[in-house]
């Protein structure tokens, strides 16, 4: 008998998007050859998401990173190798990426002190991250001071009111959300105190 073994295939993975810190899964590899076994192993050509440069068999779980400002990319490259009948065949590398968002971030407003009666004007919050969108949702814990308790998006125009004998005083929290890729990742919070004095 001759017996003539298949070349190797792997099904082409999906893209994936991923937050930082994020609890990325094991991938399992698949293929359609039957009659032998199929063995993989992988690149990868970033390992500051968190993946190892290299490995045999399927893509283990892993936390993804990413310290910096914008998302970064790694191509994963997935070699096949059919095995039967003592032969070893080889086949077409498939390709992926795994894109690692940064976790969001604001810039911390500065405090406010005003005096009631006064229009206070919009609030814009601003973000050192690039390559994405950073959208805000923000909450205040004193509505005597004449803002809402709380919003989307930038800190609307006002006017401040204070109708008793002494400054009142609120704070504001605004929670950043970094969106690329179809994923969306959260950020830390920041505060923010808008004073507003009595009439003498």
């Given amino acids: 008998t001759i017996t003539v073994n298949p070349s190797a295939q ?21 293929t359609n050859r039957t009659g032998g076994t199929t063995t993989y192993a992988w ?17 283990p779980a892993f936390t993804a990173t990413n310290g910096g400002t914008s998302p970064i990319s790694a191509t994963i490259t997935v070699t096949p190798t059919f095995s039967n009948g003592g032969q070893s065949c080889s086949g077409t590398p498939q390709t992926f990426t795994i894109t690692v968002n ?15 009666g006064t229009a206070v004007p919009a609030l ?42 002494a ?6 929290t605004v929670t950043p959300t970094f969106s690329n890729g179809g994923q969306s ?6 505060t923010f105190t808008i004073t507003v004095n009595p009439s003498a």
């Fill in 10 to 30: 792997v099904n082409d993975p999906a893209d994936q998007v991923r937050c930082n810190n994020a609890a990325v899964p094991a991938l399992t590899f698949t």
């Fill in 43 to 59: 690149t990868n050509s970033n390992t500051a998401i968190g993946l190892g440069a290299n490995g045999t068999g399927n893509l």
């Fill in 102 to 116: 940064p976790s969001a971030q604001v810039d911390d407003p500065a405090n406010q002190v005003h005096c009631t």
């Fill in 124 to 165: 814009t919050f601003t973000t050192n991250r690039t390559g994405g969108t950073t959208t805000y949702a923000w909450t205040n814990n004193n509505t005597s001071i004449g803002l809402a308790a709380n919003g989307t998006g930038n800190l609307p125009a006002f006017t401040a009111t204070n109708g008793g004998t």
């Fill in 167 to 172: 400054p009142v005083t609120a704070t504001v």
């Fill in 185 to 190: 990742c959260s950020g830390t919070p920041q």
